[in-house]
């Protein structure tokens, strides 16, 4: 109770010093366009500080799809829940989805806005019907193009180790299908003094070509088609051709993966190895089937976030050639923007069917420059990170993420 002769806050008066504090969940928009279409909030990249809470999620309706844009009030607002369902034809354009979904946002922001410092500022417009909109032309058609260049060196008298690295992809995501293509060519050479007379000298390469078409089936089911054709020195192979269907079950719909996911993966393909040496088991070259299931989870809580992976490959001509993989990962918020990280994974190997014949020599060990027998590699990792600036995260399409 105030003490007496002091007024009662109301909500009103209690926020007129400042502006609302609001952090949005909007997996089909463009986060970095939020700031400039929101200017009268200030947007939040987590959800503890925040006065509003704004969640998008969708479902299928016949040939609609619904959407619905729920507002979660918090500490002042923690009376004030909302929701406003915005129903959108399948076949409209993403570009149309997102202006409509942002439109949204901000009519239902205005009625907490305005109990912020900005209330001063809000006003109401109205435009009047003028036929039929003409979307927005995008001359790119969605396709994001990406070039990239590393090189790396290092020396002294006796050793020098130098790397270089060329990549190229394109990327196009919408609501229903997602494109993903990639090239990539590296190459490391090595020099290594002994003495006046002795110089050792390695060479090691590897190139890959990547395609990865996704197409929506509906809020949990999508599927795939992954092809691939790679080659290293390292791993004894001059070419490897692979394709391989797949198809993904989300237990949760793809509209709320930002907080949480489970999704089952399962695929079988073909893949033809030409190899560079003669293989422990005498083949240059071989043509195996195989098959593989995924399970991943991921959960994004006020705290932080956990996430999870396991897989197992099998080559359906050599069931005993198996391969099992197990790894997680969690964040833990210490403070506002301080987190604390991990990392582990651990692979069970028994498929190393490419590896070259004959006993490796003691350069070839020492220096790393041939796949050596295993039956199992580990790793794992530990640190805090620290965030700051202009925070954002949004998710056009999570299908086929792992």
Same mark, same amino acid.
């Given at each position: 109770?105030?003490?007496?002769?002091?007024?009662?806050?109301?909500?009103?008066?209690?926020?007129?010093?400042?502006?609302?504090?609001?952090?949005?969940?909007?997996p089909?928009?463009?986060?970095?366009?939020?700031?400039?279409?929101?200017?009268?909030?200030?947007?939040?990249?987590?959800?503890?500080?925040?006065?509003?809470?704004?969640?998008?999620?969708?479902?299928?309706?016949?040939?609609?799809?619904?959407?619905?844009?729920?507002?979660?009030?918090?500490?002042?607002?923690?009376?004030?829940?909302?929701?406003?369902?915005?129903?959108?034809?399948?076949?409209?354009?993403?570009?149309?989805?997102?202006?409509?979904?942002?439109?949204?946002?901000?009519?239902?922001?205005?009625?907490?806005?305005?109990?912020?410092?900005?209330r001063?500022?809000?006003?109401?417009?109205?435009?009047?019907?003028?036929?039929?909109?003409?979307?927005?032309?995008?001359?790119?058609?969605?396709?994001?193009?990406?070039?990239?260049?590393?090189?790396?060196?290092?020396?002294?008298?006796?050793?020098?180790?130098g790397?270089?690295?060329?990549?190229?992809?394109?990327?196009?995501?919408?609501?229903?299908?997602?494109?993903?293509?990639?090239?990539?060519?590296?190459?490391?050479?090595s020099?290594?003094?002994?003495?006046?007379?002795? /110089?050792?000298?390695?060479?090691? %390469?590897?190139? +890959?070509?990547? =395609? @990865?078409?996704?197409? &929506? *089936?509906?809020?949990?089911? #999508?599927?795939?088609?992954?092809?691939?054709?790679?080659?290293?020195?390292f791993?004894?192979?001059?070419?490897?051709?692979?394709?391989?269907?797949?198809?993904?079950?989300?237990?949760?719909?793809?509209?709320?993966?930002?907080?949480?996911?489970?999704?089952?993966?399962?695929?079988?393909?073909?893949?033809?190895?030409?190899?560079?040496?003669?293989?422990?088991?005498?083949?240059?070259?071989?043509?195996?089937?195989?098959?593989?299931?995924?399970?991943?989870?991921?959960?994004?809580?006020?705290?932080?976030?956990?996430?999870?992976?396991?897989?197992?490959?099998?080559?359906?001509?050599?069931?005993?050639? /198996?391969?099992?993989?197990?790894? %997680?990962?969690f +964040?833990?918020? =210490? @403070?506002?923007?301080? &987190? *604390?990280?991990?990392?582990? #994974?651990?692979?069970?190997?028994?498929?190393?069917?490419?590896?070259?014949?004959?006993?490796?020599?003691?350069?070839?060990?020492?220096?790393?420059?041939?796949q050596?027998?295993?039956?199992?590699?580990?790793?794992?990792?530990?640190?805090?990170?620290?965030?700051?600036?202009?925070?954002?995260?949004a998710?056009?399409?999570?299908?086929?993420?792992?």
């Amino acid at each position: 109770m105030p003490a007496r002769g002091q007024p009662v806050q109301t909500p009103a008066a209690q926020s007129a010093a400042g502006r609302v504090a609001v952090h949005v969940t909007c997996p089909p928009c463009d986060a970095t366009a939020l700031p400039s279409a929101l200017p009268f909030v200030d947007l939040l990249a987590t959800a503890e500080a925040a006065d509003v809470v704004v969640t998008i999620g969708s479902r299928d309706v016949g040939a609609t799809r619904e959407w619905r844009v729920a507002f979660t009030g918090r500490g002042r607002f923690a009376d004030r829940q909302r929701a406003i369902l915005v129903p959108i034809a399948a076949e409209v354009p993403l570009a149309d989805v997102r202006a409509q979904l942002v439109r949204t946002i901000k009519l239902g922001l205005v009625e907490y806005a305005t109990e912020g410092s900005e209330r001063s500022r809000i006003d109401v417009t109205y435009a009047k019907p003028a036929g039929t909109a003409v979307p927005a032309h995008d001359p790119w058609n969605f396709w994001v193009f990406r070039l990239g260049a590393y090189t790396y060196g290092n020396g002294q008298e006796s050793t020098f180790d130098g790397y270089y690295d060329v990549s190229a992809s394109a990327n196009r995501t919408t609501d229903m299908w997602k494109v993903r293509v990639s090239a990539n060519r590296g190459l490391s050479r090595s020099s290594f003094k002994i003495d006046e007379t002795e /110089t050792i000298k390695t060479r090691l %390469g590897d190139w +890959s070509t990547d =395609l @990865l078409l996704v197409r &929506s *089936l509906g809020a949990r089911l #999508s599927a795939g088609l992954g092809g691939s054709m790679n080659g290293s020195t390292f791993s004894n192979t001059r070419r490897v051709a692979r394709v391989t269907p797949a198809i993904e079950f989300d237990f949760f719909p793809y509209s709320e993966s930002s907080k949480r996911s489970l999704t089952l993966q399962y695929d079988v393909g073909v893949a033809h190895y030409d190899y560079a040496e003669l293989t422990i088991f005498e083949r240059l070259e071989e043509t195996v089937a195989q098959h593989g299931v995924g399970a991943s989870l991921g959960l994004d809580q006020p705290w932080g976030s956990v996430g999870g992976e396991f897989q197992f490959i099998q080559q359906l001509s050599s069931l005993d050639r /198996t391969r099992a993989s197990v790894s %997680g990962n969690f +964040s833990v918020r =210490l @403070l506002k923007s301080l &987190s *604390l990280n991990g990392s582990a #994974s651990y692979n069970r190997i028994r498929d190393q069917f490419t590896l070259v014949k004959g006993d490796a020599s003691d350069d070839e060990v020492l220096l790393r420059q041939r796949q050596l027998e295993t039956g199992y590699r580990y790793s794992m990792s530990f640190g805090i990170s620290y965030s700051f600036g202009a925070l954002s995260n949004a998710t056009v399409n999570p299908r086929f993420n792992n």
